[in-house]
């Protein structure tokens, strides 16, 4: 059974950071484009940052530009997002997805297939 699963997300003030992982099981990653979204209260989720299946490419979303940094370790089957100079906007829950087959980094929900369940990230002013 194919599973995603978040952690390292918690209640920050900002200018803070945190580091969150993503731990996938089930099948192998190795080939698999892996993102990170975010979805605010009343907002749809959206798209904040992606690495590709080598691990050479990235991309981020406008909005976390030059503050999140994403990384993997296609070994350990593992996803990381690094977020620094966290704002109130960036409170969200996070959610670690994968694409099925070998893929650059993508930026639209529809192109994975495989999701986490989300980690609550909250930063107070």
């Known amino acids: 059974q194919v599973q995603l699963v978040e952690s390292g997300g918690g209640l920050v003030q900002a200018g803070d950071s945190l580091r969150l992982s993503c731990a996938a099981s089930?099948?192998?990653?190795?080939?698999?484009?892996m993102g990170w979204f975010r979805q605010a209260p009343g907002k749809e989720r959206e798209f904040a940052a992606a690495?590709?299946?080598?691990?050479?490419?990235?991309r981020d979303a406008d909005s976390v530009k030059g503050r999140f940094t994403v990384s993997r370790d296609r070994a350990k089957n593992t996803v990381s997002l690094q977020m620094n100079s966290l704002q109130p906007e960036d409170t969200a829950v996070y959610y670690c997805?994968?694409?099925?087959?070998?893929?650059?980094?993508?930026?639209?929900?529809?192109?994975?297939?495989?999701w986490g369940q989300g980690t609550q990230v909250t930063v107070s002013s």
């Open positions: 997805a994968a694409t099925r087959l070998p893929a650059q980094a993508m930026g639209a929900p529809d192109e994975y297939d495989y």
């Open positions: 089930g099948r192998s990653f190795s080939r698999s484009g």
């Open positions: 690495i590709n299946w080598s691990g050479t490419s990235t």
